[in-house]
């Protein structure tokens, strides 16, 4: 099957294999670049969709994984407060370099660099969720617990609540 892939979503395949989870990616023809669309293509609601959202110090430029349900909208100060200090969106260049992976296809594992990762915790409503594969098109279903393996992020609360 990864054959067939894409050389993203083989990527995201391999780092999967290699850490030792048994998820398999799949491309679709439709697009899964935002929540919405990657919900109807796979037929499960919005929240199970997981976004990996890469924003950055303000002054450390330092890289920051917020992996957030699809239905929830990032509370950037809760973040801020958590890493002490202000974080803001990176841009898709800044993406790129950090993850190898261009917007819309950032999967929560098999970045090139290690990031700090924080998980939001109403991923754990859902018995399985759905992921990103590297490119707009490719996701992968999980558990909330596996994605707390693979990332080895820190549960918490992301939504802004305004």
Not at 127 to 140: K, M
Not at 147 to 155: H, N, S, W
Request: one cysteine or more; hydrophobic letters at 40%.
């Amino acid at each position: 099957m990864s054959d067939k892939l894409s050389s993203s979503a083989r990527k995201v395949q391999e780092a999967l294999k290699d850490k030792g989870f048994d998820c398999t990616v799949t491309e679709l023809p439709g697009s899964t670049r935002t929540a919405k669309e990657a919900a109807i293509a796979v037929g499960c609601q919005v929240g199970q969709i997981v976004k990996s959202l890469i924003f950055k110090g303000k002054k450390s430029n330092t890289p920051i994984l917020v992996v957030a349900s699809g239905s929830n909208r990032v509370d950037v100060r809760k973040i801020g407060e958590i890493v002490s200090e202000s974080i803001k969106m990176a841009d898709a260049d800044f993406v790129r370099k950090e993850t190898g992976f261009a917007i819309g296809g950032v999967p929560p594992l098999g970045h090139s660099e290690r990031l700090k990762t924080f998980i939001d915790e109403d991923l754990y409503e859902f018995d399985e969720i759905w992921a990103a594969a590297g490119n707009p098109h490719a996701l992968f279903k999980l558990t909330p617990d596996e994605l707390v393996k693979m990332t080895d992020g820190q549960i918490i609360s992301v939504k802004d609540d305004n």
